[in-house]
């Protein structure tokens, strides 16, 4: 149960979001209202849903990278990883109340889901199609995320540091890398590693504070870059199989282009 206080800074932060965006960007002629496109693609979501949830957990990679975070998980929880972390952090606490409340918000689900909500609302009411989409492939990454999360959640059914139930995975850890690897895939390490810098401080915290198990953690970061990097990967755009990359030249010789890129 969310206190007030965490409602509170919850929604200031996204408010803080919105304002931001509208501030950032010139006046533009009004486009077709974004209800009607959210209606659109809310038809296909569902099935978009499925794609993308078959392309990230029947790829061996990915099932590999999951099963070895499972395996360590179960490791650290069943030996003195997890006990020997918690008792670390209950000695030596990194965060105030009020920092830790702030990450508990800035890297909730409940915090990710409405901003990406919001991108998606301002991108399809000016038109500007590659933004919606990037949005709209991250609000699919992070709902597969939360569906994976919750699911494993009410299966594993173990208690947190504190007392409070469903530990693991962590699902602010998970959500946070879930944005973080589909900010990478769009825009590169530039936003990528400020982006898992974030995202690993929420981790951080989620041990800090006592709402979750070092093994918590460990499996949550898996779980969300596996989703985020195979969603993302899934929606990039390509031309005849090459995906498109933005190109910006050297402070000698400055250029804007875009590079095509294959892997192998």
Request: proline fraction near 5%; aromatic fraction near 10%; glycine fraction near 10%.
């Amino acid at each position: 149960m969310m206190s007030p206080g965490y409602n509170r800074l919850l929604w200031v932060g996204v408010l803080a979001i919105s304002l931001s965006c509208w501030a950032g960007e010139p006046n533009e002629p009004a486009g077709p209202n974004w209800i009607e496109s959210a209606k659109a693609d809310l038809r296909l979501f569902p099935d978009r849903l499925k794609t993308d949830a078959k392309a990230t957990f029947l790829h061996n990679d990915n099932l590999a990278a999951l099963a070895w975070a499972g395996l360590a998980s179960v490791a650290m929880h069943n030996g003195d990883a997890d006990d020997d972390v918690a008792d670390h952090f209950d000695r030596h606490e990194t965060f105030d109340n009020f920092g830790g409340a702030t990450l508990k918000v800035v890297g909730s689900p409940g915090f990710h889901i409405p901003a990406a909500m919001l991108w998606y609302a301002l991108s399809a009411d000016r038109q500007d199609e590659p933004n919606k989409q990037k949005a709209l492939t991250m609000l699919t990454a992070l709902t597969i995320n939360g569906v994976v999360t919750i699911g494993l959640k009410a299966i594993r059914d173990n208690d947190q540091p504190d007392g409070e139930m469903w530990a693991w995975p962590s699902g602010h850890t998970s959500s946070s890398f879930t944005v973080a690897s589909v900010l990478h895939e769009f825009y590169g390490l530039k936003v990528g590693l400020p982006a898992y810098v974030g995202a690993g401080v929420v981790a951080w915290r989620m041990m800090d504070q006592g709402d979750h198990w070092a093994s918590d953690v460990v499996f949550g970061a898996t779980l969300g870059w596996v989703v985020g990097h195979t969603v993302a990967r899934n929606h990039k755009p390509e031309i005849a199989g090459f995906e498109v990359l933005p190109y910006h030249g050297s402070r000698e010789e400055p250029a804007v282009g875009i590079n095509l890129l294959r892997r192998f």
